[in-house]
């Protein structure tokens, strides 16, 4: 019976980490002086950091969302993702120009 309760413990930490913001990448082997972004297949030196075109920010050692992602905001508002400053923007439904206030978010 404990090996069914720690199993369930493990696959709950398990769906947690699944949804987080964040993503390690395989250690550097020794000598490596530079890596390569997993989405846009571009070079870095070891120990920079970067933006990538899938608004991730990068290191050799890993990656993480750049932006948040609004979940609460007035049912009269949408949310649009602008990817070139890697945010999303939430406005009137029928008025873009008329921001609405965000009440909650994930990510960043």
């Known amino acids: 019976?404990?090996?069914y309760?720690?199993?369930a413990l493990l696959f709950c930490a398990l769906a947690s980490l699944s949804d987080a913001s964040c993503y390690a990448k395989a250690p550097l082997q020794p000598g490596m002086t530079h890596c390569q972004d997993d989405s846009d297949n571009t070079w870095h030196p070891v120990g920079s950091s970067w933006r990538n075109s899938k608004?991730?920010?990068c290191s050799c050692n890993g990656c993480?969302?750049?932006f948040t992602t609004p979940t609460r905001f007035p049912s009269d508002c949408v949310s649009v993702f602008d990817s070139a400053a890697c945010k999303f923007i939430v406005h009137k439904r029928d008025d873009p120009t008329q921001l609405c206030p965000i009440y909650g978010g994930v990510g960043k």
């Open 1 to 3: 019976m404990e090996k």
């Open 5 to 7: 309760l720690a199993l």
């Open 55 to 57: 608004c991730l920010d």
């Open 64 to 66: 993480c969302q750049a």
